[in-house]
């Protein structure tokens, strides 16, 4: 097995082909593990071999990280942390020991924005580039994308590989790029006008995004399903392309299907998580592209098919800065699905529905905002944009607040009828409980109250104090 691998830069699918790659996408699960064993092997002997982090990290393990026998082996090697790649840097800026190849063959530098501790720095080689591009390509094309379509990706162009993760991917497979971006003020307003224009029929954002052009459009006079082109929308930074009345919303209002896409920045190619039109929900985990395992939050061991865990990412073929048993902190569960696109990978189910720092125990239920979040959009009085309240007082329990928007037109109707508010807020209130099992504060504001995103929303506001 040539490693890393050379792709063939001239080589596209014909597109009624619903496979990049047939071999790779539906090799029986065994044969799929001997080869990213093979894969395993060489990045992990590579790094080991080039990385003075690597070297240190792997010191006391008890297997030989150039000679691991079987994916069990690879298993033992220890999980790669967030804090870990901030201490590294912090001691050896800007990139740590991470990188395998000369400094000047970095090609491209992105990383994190350093809103919750020291920014990570990601150093990426011309090689690993190109990969990146064919990876994202074929993912891409699992997910419906073909050369004769027009993507607007509506995501920021900065530090935050995911938009040009998105861009390099489409240029790849040969599609029509328009790098539209986002985040400048009145630029929504703007994209609504290029729609309109350009017709264009794929959209990267996030859902956040994807439902504020919506609103946007409509204020400006426009029916985002009958005025603009879009047949497919991937999204990326948020879980709501798999949650369930998140999902319908946003096709029904668009008239297209969506995909949910998404690991991690530092593990880009971070489309190796990735839904297709046939998954009503969810994400396949393109498991040659980024290995991923599934392990208990506490214990930090594997877990099988079926259970629920935090998803731990490897790189497979990169070369400048590998990420190896990198810890997500995300929340998901995987099992195998018999799905129409013939794939045989395992799949995320419900795609990532929380993160372990994000997950809200409220007498002793664990409640995800997400969950929150589908039942909202499955009211027909929401009003579109949520906001959940976390307060503790010294020596008691945490107490959670639903602050949600009413729709206008049924604030309108309401807005000087004490009672029937409280008719809305006991819907809300008993849906709820019901969904989430636990009873919650709910408390009713009028549509707009929240500002919208062009990025990824932050719903949480924890105003908890120490006990």
Known sequence: ??????????????????????????????????????????????????????????????????????????????????????????????????????????????????????????????DDWDRIGEAHARILWGAGLRPDDTVMVAA?????????????????????????????????????????????????????????????????GFNPKEDFGFRFMFFSGEPGASVPATKRLIEDTFGCYIVDQGSMAEMTPWMSNSGCKYLDSGMHLWQDIVYTEMVDPRTRLNLSLGEEGVPVYSHTERTSQPMIRYWSGDIARWDMVDCPCGRSYPTLIKGIYGRVDDMIIVRGQNVFPSRIEDVLRGLHEFGGEFRLVLEREPGHMDNLTVQAEVSAQEYATREFN??????????????????????????????????????KARRIIDLRTPS
């Open 156 to 220: 920021v162009f900065s530090l935050y590989v995911g938009s040009w993760g998105a861009l390099v991917g489409a240029e790849r497979l040969g599609a029509t790029c328009f790098p539209f971006g986002s985040g400048a003020p009145g630029q929504t307003e703007r994209a609504v006008e290029w729609c309109t224009m350009v017709k264009p029929t794929a959209l990267y954002a996030t859902p956040s995004y994807a439902l504020y052009l919506a609103e946007t459009a409509r204020q400006m």
């Open 1 to 126: 097995m040539e490693w890393p691998p050379k792709y063939h830069t001239d080589y596209h699918p014909s597109p009624e082909q619903e496979y990049w790659s047939r071999e790779l996408e539906t090799m029986s699960p065994a044969d799929r593990d001997k080869t990213i064993l093979a894969k395993l092997q060489a990045q992990v002997r590579y790094a080991y071999q080039n990385s003075g982090f690597y070297q240190e990290f792997y010191k006391d393990v008890k297997v030989d990280p150039t000679n691991l026998a079987n994916l069990e082996e690879f298993a033992q090697l220890p999980i790669l942390t967030k804090e870990d790649i901030r201490h590294e840097q912090e001691q050896h800026p800007p990139y740590g020991r991470f990188i395998c190849v000369p400094i000047q063959e970095i090609f491209r530098v992105h990383g994190t924005s350093g809103t919750t501790g020291r920014p990570t720095v990601f150093g990426i080689g011309k």
């Open 418 to 455: 004490p009672a029937e508010f409280e008719q809305i807020r006991e819907r809300f209130t008993t849906e709820l409980r019901r969904a989430i099992g636990v009873s919650v504060g709910v408390q009713l504001k009028p549509a707009g109250a929240f500002e919208r995103t062009q990025f």
